[in-house]
């Protein structure tokens, strides 16, 4: 046999194993491009015209193999044979359509029963009540002129606003470099998602600032995100915080233009402060107070969760760090004014996630009037409301313990990361971007571009052996395209740091960490109204690189979901 068509017969044997595996099934369930097609059209073209009959029966393929029957003999030019897989495997690719994914799925990370969940806890903040984007511009608009009345930073700040799709949630930010950046599970940073103040950087600055795109452990944020004791970078975890990564850029990008000399390690404490500032001085919280239609959005889905959660008796509580008279006007608004009698335990200005951690502070009772009252408190009573506190003393008072008690929350350190390793609490993460996310997800263009990145990897991953410069040269081309294609995948989800889930292939750091302190994660509260409270969490068993999975797939989308959609399940 001809080197080629060795190449060939060896690549049609590593295909039918990437069928079994799934790479091309978990995009093309229900289409024709299958295991039989793919082995009798690819031996088709590597074996010579004698197998070539079995394509032309293919519709739509007549033209395709014409050309390649035409001169597949065995001196057939290596070149044109390997673009002729390629074409066919391309064509074959551009016609396919997929189930989609429901955005309003819960997914499971870990394997969760709602019949051993016997009591609620939330958070308030994006758990409970939901901001629209007028918050995220209000912010913004506060702390920039926080650094200009009190921090003296030059008036020509004012024109710059909010850019409302600059910036994604989980990003890393250097505050010695001044740089944003998006960072995988595995420390490498993804090129391409590199800014400095508004502008992209570009790959080669990046690598030579670094030494390559890898982020030493040491240098990494703290395991709250936090930028201390040594680490210089920074995570952005907190939905609140998108405000504050496209102030620190605006701030950048107007001393760069002007050619101002500045500390980064200032300007980062600075708009820290002023971000600070806006939520302790109460600036917000008085703001949203005075128009909360204009803010909150929602709220009739949150109500529902709870009347149903209390409606089946279920114990429920609320831990938040905002403070009660912000609380009280958001939950009236919600639910009404007798929103605390849904709640066993109500507890403000919590101080999460030093709360989970400080055995210190001690429960401090709070009239409704905001009065703070000195006496020690006993036991944890409905109706009344608590500040600070620690989980220790609530664990003590409360005696609800272990996987018994699910709690809520939209921050993955400082909401549940604590709870699901130091006290085996069950933990559900509230990620509203996951909705826009999977939208995107569904179009055709999307899953059309991930279909044929994944077939031509497959391609790329077997011809690379092969050494024949004729095979050498048409890989090269393939390799091209695919790294042409690597920033569509980005920049289809946001133009500067793509999505949320993931660099171009790996999980991003916020996702790995995501999957490790969640056990099941939602775009919002509302998803739990789609589940009886007898439901099971199965989290689907993705195969381990040196697994093949000898089991049916879960979802027919095949995009990782963890049950049947919403619709195919009891409502209650």
Known sequence: MAPLSRSLSSLVKHTECLWRVGVFRSFLPDHPFRSGWWKRNFRAISCGGAGVQPLLQQRGAKNCVASVSSSSSEGQDATERLWSVYSETKRQTEVISTSAVDPDTIFANNEMSLRDIEIYGFDYDYTLAFYSSHLHTLIFDIARDILIND??????????????????????????????????????????????????????????????SHVPLEIMSDF?????????????????????????????????????????????????????????????????????????????????????????????????NSPFDFVDRGMSYIVGKDWRDLF??????????????????????????????????????????????????????????????????????????????????????????????????????????????????????????????????????????????????????????GSLFRTYHNPTYFSRRLSRFADIYMASISCMLNYDLQHTFFPRRTPLQHEAPFWPEQNSSGFGVSSSSPQDRSRV
């Open 151 to 212: 921090h003296r930073y030059p008036e020509g700040l004012r024109k710059y606003e909010y850019i409302p799709d600059f910036a994604v949630r989980g990003l890393h930010y250097d505050v010695q470099k001044a740089l944003l950046m998006k960072i995988d599970a595995f420390h490498y940073i993804q090129l391409g998602t590199v800014y400095r103040g508004l502008h992209r950087v570009p790959d080669e600055e990046v690598i030579a600032m670094y030494e390559g």
């Open 224 to 320: 709250y995100g936090k930028s201390t004791h040594g680490h210089t970078m920074k995570q952005f975890m907190d939905i609140f915080s998108l405000p504050e990564m496209t102030l620190l850029s605006c701030v950048n990008d107007f001393f760069m233009r002007h050619n101002i000399d500045y500390e980064p390690v200032h300007l980062y404490k600075d708009v820290k402060e002023a971000i600070r500032d806006v939520h302790v001085k109460g600036i917000m919280y008085r703001a949203v107070e005075a128009d909360i239609g204009k803010y909150i959005c929602y709220g009739e889905q949150s109500h529902a969760v709870l009347k149903k959660l209390s409606t089946h008796g279920k114990k429920m509580f609320l831990i938040t």
């Open 344 to 497: 066993d335990v109500v507890i403000v200005q919590a101080d999460k996630p030093s709360f989970f951690n400080d055995r210190r502070k001690p429960f401090r009772r709070v009239t409704d009037k905001g009065v703070l009252l000195w006496d020690r408190i006993h036991r944890l009573e409905k109706g009344e409301i608590y500040k600070q506190g620690n989980l220790y003393e609530f664990l003590r008072l409360t005696g609800w313990r272990g996987s018994k008690v699910l709690y809520f929350g939209d921050h993955i350190y400082s909401d549940l990361a604590d709870l699901t390793l130091k006290h085996g609490w069950r933990t559900g993460a509230i990620i509203p971007e996951l909705r826009k996310e999977i939208k995107i997800m569904n179009t055709p263009q999307y899953v059309h571009m991930m279909t044929w990145l994944q077939a031509l990897t497959v391609l790329i991953e077997q011809m690379q052996a092969h050494r024949d410069p004729e095979t050498q040269a048409v890989v090269e081309e393939w390799i091209k395209e695919r790294e042409a294609m690597k920033p569509q995948t980005k920049d289809i989800f946001n133009a500067q740091f």
